[in-house]
């Protein structure tokens, strides 16, 4: 193996692992946001872990966060503005 397909390789790596590290911290704060909007429309036990989980099935899927902080404004609409909620998402990202 050259020299360049190990930095190729190194390089490879690295990339990886910085998207699994921003998919793990959206992960997290999608979580957080999900609770905390679950918990604004009245919702607990079972009912915000399903809330929940369809957010992070969001996540996992082609629409990514964006699409997943869109449905956090339609469910709190009239709640909560949407610049707020993006407010907390970005606090809760560490």
């Given at each position: 193996m050259t020299i360049f397909e190990t930095r190729r390789k190194g390089c490879e790596a690295?990339?990886?692992?910085k998207?699994?590290?921003s998919y793990y911290r959206q992960?997290?704060?999608l979580?957080?946001?999900g609770l905390w909007a679950a918990a604004t429309m009245g919702?607990?036990?079972?009912?915000?872990?399903?809330?929940v989980s369809n957010l992070l099935g969001c996540l996992a899927r082609a629409s990514g966060v964006r699409h997943a902080l869109q449905q956090v404004?339609?469910?709190?609409q009239g709640l909560e503005d949407a610049q707020a909620i993006?407010?907390?998402?970005?606090?809760?990202?560490?």
């Open positions: 690295l990339f990886a692992r998207n699994e590290e992960a997290r704060a979580r957080h946001i919702k607990a036990g079972h009912a915000a872990e399903d809330y404004e339609t469910d709190l993006r407010q907390k998402f970005s606090a809760f990202m560490p």
